[in-house]
């Protein structure tokens, strides 16, 4: 069975900078396509940032060219490098692999609160 624990939040200030990580654990092959959320009290789950089979990269056009998603097959970890921090990008980031994947499942998150 594999879970996924993000780690790699905290409390920055606008303008600084964070990376994010998802390590899987347990049984696992190997992690491909993963999709990071987010997701503020009141407010929708986002998705943020995707990667997929290949390596093609997507992200949501709030955090496009801040947010970078990158993947570490030997080490079963994916990564969100998120620069340029603004206070609305205060949420509590997760990490789901794909359905029909091994790892569709959410982890615990991870909390990120930037300040002014």
């Known amino acids: 069975q594999v879970q996924l624990v993000e780690s790699g939040g905290g409390l920055v200030q606008a303008g600084g900078s964070l990376r994010l990580s998802c390590a899987a654990s347990?049984?696992?092959?190997?992690?491909?396509?993963m999709l990071w959320y987010r997701q503020a009290p009141g407010k929708q789950r986002e998705l943020v940032a995707a990667?997929?089979?290949?390596?093609?990269?997507k992200y949501a056009d709030s955090v496009k060219g801040r947010f970078t998603i990158s993947r570490d097959k030997d080490k079963n970890t994916v990564y969100l490098q998120m620069n340029s921090l603004k206070p609305e990008d205060t949420a509590v980031y997760y990490c789901?692999?794909?359905?029909?994947?091994?790892?569709?499942?959410w982890g615990q998150g991870t909390q990120v609160t930037v300040s002014s």
């Open positions: 347990g049984s696992i092959f190997s992690i491909d396509a």
């Open positions: 789901k692999g794909p359905p029909n994947t091994d790892y569709a499942s």
């Open positions: 990667i997929i089979s290949g390596g093609t990269t």
